[in-house]
């Protein structure tokens, strides 16, 4: 089975500090994402990474930045994090090359930021 | 540019049904159905792809309307462990290999006994 980890199911952290998610898959895919999951919104990509150090922008990418270093680990970074970034924040992984290709999720981690 | 899902909401009794629609307002390659139990991760649920239907759960079906872009998840005979929040995907025709889908707004289910 898939298996993709976040570091985190919650995390509390401070107004302006710097904040990282870190998420691992075991599967060796190439396609990691970062979503964010808001009552109501549903689930909006903030990054994708196709591939070690490659990243695109999703639709909310404003206020974060990814690391893609290794191919099993894509990490989500809040550069300076503000109370309107508290949210439940879904790492996903899934196969590059083929369509109609599962995306798999993580648990979630549930930051808080005060 | 988000998909609409309807209803928001929805409360059943065990052994009812229920459908669950995603409307796009772009055209469509597939659709993909996650379900999220509280407190887990989301679990893929099944693939519609264009010009097709596919059963791929449980007692649960769906349909893919490729003209009219839209969706529907049918649920029968609902069991408590149908509960959950549904989110429809959409990966557009020019997607390529990216795999990237666009998530629907979700649909919570609560099946009572």
């Known amino acids: 089975d898939v298996k993709v980890t976040q570091s985190s199911r919650y995390l509390v952290k401070r107004t302006g500090e710097k904040v990282f998610l870190e998420c691992v898959q075991d599967?060796?895919?190439?396609?990691m994402f970062w979503y964010r999951q808001d009552p109501g919104l549903g689930l909006r990509l903030i990054y994708f990474s196709y591939d070690v150090k490659m990243k695109e922008k999703g639709d909310i990418p404003e206020g974060y930045s990814v690391s893609r270093e290794k191919k099993e680990r894509f990490s989500l970074i809040l550069e300076s994090a503000s109370t309107n970034q508290t949210s439940m924040y879904l790492c996903a992984s899934s196969f590059r090359g083929r369509r109609n290709q599962p995306q798999h999720f993580g648990d979630g981690t549930r930051l808080s930021i005060l | 540019q988000q998909p609409v899902q309807s209803p928001q909401a929805v409360i059943l009794r065990e052994g009812e049904d229920a459908v669950i629609n995603c409307s796009s307002s772009?055209?469509?390659?597939?659709v993909h159905w996650y379900r999220q139990k509280h407190g887990e991760a989301p679990v893929f649920l099944m693939i519609?792809?264009?010009?097709?239907e596919q059963k791929g759960h449980e007692k649960i079906s769906a349909s893919f309307n490729e003209k009219k872009q839209q969706s529907s998840l049918y649920l029968t005979a609902s069991q408590l462990s149908y509960s959950g929040t549904y989110f429809c995907g959409t990966e557009p025709p020019d997607g390529g290999a990216t795999n990237k889908l666009i998530f629907g707004t979700g649909t919570l289910l609560a099946v009572q006994p």
């Open positions: 519609l792809l264009k010009g097709g």
């Open positions: 772009k055209a469509l390659y597939s």
């Open positions: 599967m060796d895919h190439e396609n």
